[in-house]
C-alpha cells in the first residue's frame, strides 16, 4: 500500500499563510496527472473535498485554498487563514488500489 | 444538490452483523462509483470498500475482506454496506462517498456510527 505521511499539527496566526504538507512512499503520479486529493475535515462533521488532482480546486471552495506538488511530494496551502479554516486537512492518494490517506494535519491557532 | 443521507448504525455485539444504506439524491447515481470510508474514534480517515458505477466491480480493504459486502441498487439510488462477523475494531464512524478516482472523493454523507461493543 502506498503510505501518506502528514505532520500531526501545523500553528498558524490569522491571516497569515498555512502550508501543509504530503509525502508518498511513492510516485502518486501517471503521465500528467498528479492523482493526489485534500480533505477538511471540521470536528463532528463529514470530510469535504478541498482540492483534486493535486491542483485542481473542488467546487465552491474559496480560492485562498490552493494545491501543488508532484510525484511523491505534495502541499496545500491556505492564504490567509481564517478562522473558519481551523480543523484537520487529510491528503489522499488514488495511484494505487487501496486509496490510502494520511494521518492527518491539525491546523491550530497560534 | 448532491446529497448522501446514511442510516442503519448503532450498538452491535461482536459477531453479529449490521447493514448500512446510504441514500444518494441530486445526481444521477448509476453514472458514479461510490465507496465506504470509516473513520473510529478520534483516529483517521480508512477507506473500507467501493462499488462501480453499474455494480460489477467491488473492491475492498484486505482487513474487511470477506466479512462486508458493498451493493447498490441503482433503481432506488441507494448504497449498502453489510457488515458481518463484526469485531471492536470496526466501531467506527462509516461515511459513504461519490467516489471518482481521478476526481476524488467529492460528497459525503453525514456518517453512520457503528460500535461493536458487549
Known amino acids: 500500500d502506498i503510505v501518506l505521511t502528514q505532520s500531526p499539527a501545523l500553528a498558524v496566526s490569522l491571516g497569515q499563510r498555512a502550508t501543509i504538507s504530503c509525502r508518498a512512499s511513492q510516485s502518486v503520479s501517471i503521465s500528467r496527472y498528479n492523482l493526489m486529493h485534500w480533505y477538511q475535515q471540521k470536528p463532528g462533521q463529514q470530510p469535504k473535498l478541498l482540492i483534486y488532482r493535486a491542483s485542481n480546486l473542488a467546487s465552491g471552495i474559496p480560492a485562498r485554498f490552493s494545491g501543488s506538488g508532484s510525484g511523491t511530494d505534495f502541499t496545500l496551502t491556505i492564504n490567509p487563514v481564517q478562522a473558519d479554516d481551523i480543523a484537520t486537512y487529510y491528503c489522499q492518494q488514488s495511484r494505487e488500489s487501496p486509496p490510502t490517506f494520511g494521518g492527518g494535519t491539525k491546523l491550530e491557532l497560534k | 444538490e448532491v446529497q448522501l443521507v446514511e442510516s442503519g448504525g448503532g450498538l452491535v455485539q461482536p459477531g453479529r452483523s449490521m447493514k448500512l444504506s446510504c441514500a444518494a439524491s441530486?445526481?444521477?447515481?448509476?453514472?458514479?462509483?461510490m465507496a465506504w470510508v470509516c473513520q473510529a474514534p478520534k483516529k483517521g480517515l480508512e477507506w473500507v470498500a467501493t462499488i462501480s458505477y453499474d455494480g460489477s466491480s467491488t473492491y475492498y480493504r484486505d482487513s474487511v475482506k470477506g466479512r462486508f459486502t458493498i451493493s447498490r441498487d441503482n433503481a432506488k439510488s441507494t448504497l449498502y454496506l453489510q457488515m458481518d462477523s463484526l469485531r471492536s475494531e470496526d466501531t467506527a464512524t462509516y461515511y459513504c462517498a461519490r467516489h471518482g478516482s481521478a476526481l476524488g472523493m467529492d460528497a459525503w454523507g453525514q456518517g453512520a456510527s457503528v460500535t461493536v461493543s458487549s
Open positions: 441530486g445526481f444521477t447515481f448509476n453514472n458514479y462509483d
